[in-house]
């Protein structure tokens, strides 16, 4: 899945540091959004590029315009109330733009 | 898992026990499924990994974890072949009756 920047992408609307919120949604068919993040607030880490929406081209359609991949950084014991590693631990998720809310 | 959207396939997460960590080798036919995704795909350009992944996560769950790694990937390029009408059901029903009966005839 190379980056390619000739192909039409949908422009980013989070910046690293963004509080986000991942959509409490559960469409059928492919889906790269785990269960246990959504609904949860956590903080952009990253932009990763632009890629084909994999829930489109699970139908064998183009997937595009490209979306924005983020890598979204959570707090374990946020994600896990009963959580009982170290306070600071955290998980990193990649997600794509139409999974994300303003949490600011 | 009482929410019916928390999906069977989607593992992480959830309490799982130890992990086994040890190696192991593969069986022939598994190393074909292998060889066979990446041919259909690379090159046939008849299945994209999201469709395989699709196939797998819309197995029933009983289905899905009885099923190990490269039953699941054999079931997810046939659904593609299939729903890209690259194969018939009545051919893939043929294959099968044909190599049933030469492995056990």
């Not at chain 1, 084909?52 to 315009?65: C, Q, T």
């Not at chain 2, 598994?30 to 090159?43: I, P, Q």
């Not at chain 2, 469709?51 to 390029?77: F, K, N, T, V």
């Amino acid at each position: 899945m190379a980056e390619n920047s000739t192909r039409p992408a949908v422009p980013p609307l989070f910046a690293v540091g963004d509080r986000v919120r991942i959509r409490n949604a559960h469409p059928p068919g492919h889906v790269r959004t785990p269960y246990y993040c959504r609904g949860h607030i956590g903080v952009v880490e990253r932009l990763c590029g632009a890629f084909p929406n994999p829930e489109e081209l699970a139908y064998n359609r183009s997937g595009l315009p490209a979306l924005p991949l983020y890598r979204v950084r959570f707090l374990s014991r946020e994600l896990w109330p009963d959580y009982s590693g170290r306070p600071n631990d955290v998980v990193e998720v990649e997600t794509f733009q139409h999974w994300l809310e303003s949490a600011e | 898992m009482d929410d019916p959207g928390h999906r069977n396939h989607d593992l992480g997460g959830r309490p799982a026990g130890r992990c086994a960590r040890d190696e192991h080798e593969y069986e022939a036919w598994e190393k074909r499924v292998d060889a066979l995704m990446m041919v259909l795909w690379t090159r046939a350009n008849a299945i994209t990994v999201d469709e395989l992944r699709r196939y797998i996560e819309e197995l029933g769950p009983a289905a899905y974890d009885e099923y190990s790694y490269y039953e699941r990937w054999m079931h997810g390029i046939t659904q593609a072949l299939l729903q890209r009408g690259l194969i018939s059901v009545e051919d893939l029903g043929k294959k099968m009756a044909e190599i049933e009966a030469r492995e056990h005839g």
